[in-house]
């Protein structure tokens, strides 16, 4: 079992930054990779970017440019950097941890609002 608690959500003016944190904790020696999802009023939950355990990033298409993951495997963190927000980037933020067993663990999810 792996448990995932994300931090760092919140309301921010269009074009600041912002940066979630997700901490895990448990088996943490299963994770194969960590991501953050997000899931806009009225959208489907769609993917941003992810990270190995190795480091290898990945990014959707949409978040190429303003969006930058990064781990902290000292402190089983991984972050999402957010830049230049946009209100179309108001959304709740949620990690993922993805094991070895091929199970895919879910945070509870952190708020974005982006609004002047």
């Known amino acids: 079992q792996v448990q995932l608690v994300e931090s760092g959500g919140g309301l921010v003016q269009p074009g600041g930054s912002l940066r979630v944190s997700c901490a895990a904790s448990?088996?943490?020696?299963?994770?194969?990779?960590m991501g953050w999802y997000r899931q806009a009023p009225g959208k489907q939950r769609e993917l941003v970017a992810t990270i190995t355990s190795g480091g290898v990033t990945n990014y959707a298409d949409s978040a190429k440019g303003r969006f930058t993951i990064s781990g902290d495997n000292a402190k089983n963190t991984v972050y999402l950097q957010i830049d230049s927000l946009k209100p179309d980037d108001t959304a709740v933020y949620y990690c993922?941890?993805?094991?070895?067993?091929?199970?895919?663990?879910w945070g509870q999810g952190t708020q974005v609002t982006v609004s002047s």
């Open positions: 448990g088996s943490i020696f299963s994770i194969k990779a």
């Open positions: 993922t941890a993805y094991v070895v067993r091929g199970d895919l663990y």
